[in-house]
């Protein structure tokens, strides 16, 4: 027998609007991919893949350092004055300033505007995934840990659908940023109908005067240094390599062999602007148009199936974990992630279908973690500095991401464009989680903190 009270509607309704929440902030986060190289070779005159990939590095770092920021401002707000108010200014935040850059005249205003943006993507996710557990009953939690994981992928996956549909390309880029304005209709409606959690309420009434000043006591600072680690494994895998740069390497490839097919010429080096551009010029306009649209419907495809995979991934990882245990399934992924990378970006150098095959397999494994991390940083950190912890844990991941994104981005310069080469490179972080995650504390079967 169990006294846990039924199921109610307020819970449903806090998982809803929550789950859309990080749905439309998986909208706002895979419409970069898909809009930086025909955005930046317009906003830099047609420059190649060596110029392209520096200031994709640039901004994927503004990206990454403004949800850090917005982790750490809005996991404050809502331990301060409540989980919705602060949910529904992330979301008004990504949401308008995601529609801005649709007016970008310069790749500069580009990056500022996708710091602002992302300063609301990151409040996001920590009040979010605070607002849920505390909502929700223990026993839950893994599944709402999946939940929570695969509902940015699923906008990940809606917005790579449309871009399939309507292919991104030089001309069209600007219409796909401004449906990024959309989600501010969703800030409204959370205020009005979504209930504070009474969790949070309560803990308010013994809060501490600096919810700062306790996560860096000697009780909680080491367990703050683990999952800062165990954040930032994962997030420079994805965006210093995978989710923010293969959907670009991708549409790479698709203009090189689509443009040597119809000029009649011998494969072309991925890459080569000077190569691409002789082969361009032997094409007609026809013949050029529909060069361009199928490298971006490749690179839409590509995220297809890092989203699907990534569906999966989040699902199924907090599920296992729930079964066998937090660290024994954190090293897995490790292991996975490391060794499919290296699969994918040391062997593979067509566009076919074992690409695509891998390519699902990789999002699926690498974005796995994002249904472990809401499953287990709650289960570090008391409630009342929950989402203050969980969100400089994770957000600070975030940082040492955006040092990667750099590192990525000055790696794509440095080899010619050569998007493989420098993935290779960076995906070699995964073998860090390998050791860390076995220095971290095993939550199975323990309650939140109190």
């Avoid at 809401?374 to 940082?399: C, K, W």
Wanted: aromatic share 10%.
């Amino acid at each position: 027998m169990t006294n846990e009270k039924p199921l109610g509607a307020q819970q449903w309704l806090v998982l809803a609007a929550a789950f859309l929440g990080w749905m439309f902030d998986g909208v706002e986060i895979g419409l970069f991919p898909l809009v930086a190289r025909p955005a930046l070779q317009e906003l830099l005159a047609d420059v190649g893949d060596a110029d392209v990939g520096r200031w994709n590095g640039i901004i994927g770092a503004c990206f990454l350092l403004g949800a850090a920021a917005g982790g750490l401002a809005f996991g404050w707000l809502g331990d301060r004055v409540g989980r919705v108010r602060a949910m529904a200014a992330a979301t008004l935040t990504y949401s308008l300033f995601t529609g801005a850059a649709a007016f970008a005249t310069a790749a500069w205003q580009l990056a500022v505007l996708r710091f602002i943006a992302s300063l609301g993507m990151g409040g996001e996710w920590a009040v979010a995934v605070a607002l849920v557990v505390e909502c929700w009953p223990d026993r839950h939690r893994p599944k709402l840990a999946g939940a929570i994981g695969a509902a940015a992928n699923f906008g990940f996956l809606l917005i790579a659908c449309v871009a399939y549909v309507f292919p991104v390309t030089a001309g069209s880029w600007r219409w796909m940023l401004l449906l990024g304005a959309s989600p501010a209709v969703l800030a409204l409606l959370i205020l009005v109908f979504v209930p504070e959690s009474q969790r949070w309420r309560e803990a308010r009434k013994t809060a501490v005067a600096s919810p700062l000043a306790e996560i860096f006591s000697r009780g909680v600072r080491k367990t703050l240094a683990l999952a800062i680690v165990l954040s930032a494994v994962p997030l420079i895998g994805t965006w210093a390599a995978v989710s923010g740069w293969v959907p670009l390497w991708a549409e790479q490839l698709v203009e090189a062999q689509a443009t040597a097919r119809a000029a009649g010429v011998d494969g072309l080096p991925p890459g080569d602007a000077q190569a691409l551009q002789a082969a361009r010029e032997k094409l007609s306009p026809a013949d050029r148009t529909a060069v361009m649209i199928d490298a971006a419907r490749a690179k839409a495809g590509i995220q297809v199936w890092l989203a699907i995979g990534a569906i999966v991934g989040c699902f199924a990882a907090p599920i296992v974990g729930g079964v066998w245990g937090r660290r024994p399934v954190y090293f897995g992924l490790c292991l996975l992630s490391l060794l499919s990378c290296a699969f994918l970006f040391r062997v593979l150098t067509e566009y076919d279908l074992l690409f695509l095959a891998t390519v699902g397999f990789v999002g699926a494994v690498t974005a796995a973690f994002y249904g472990w991390l809401p499953l287990y940083l709650p289960e570090l950190f008391p409630t009342r500095v929950r989402a203050t912890a969980q969100g400089l844990s994770f957000n600070f991941g975030r940082i040492l991401a955006a040092a990667g994104a750099l590192q990525m981005g000055e790696l794509v310069r440095m080899l010619g464009g050569n998007y493989a080469a420098a993935g290779a490179s960076i995906t070699l972080i995964y073998a860090v989680g390998l050791a860390v995650i076995w220095l971290s504390p095993e939550t199975k079967g323990r309650p939140l903190p109190d």
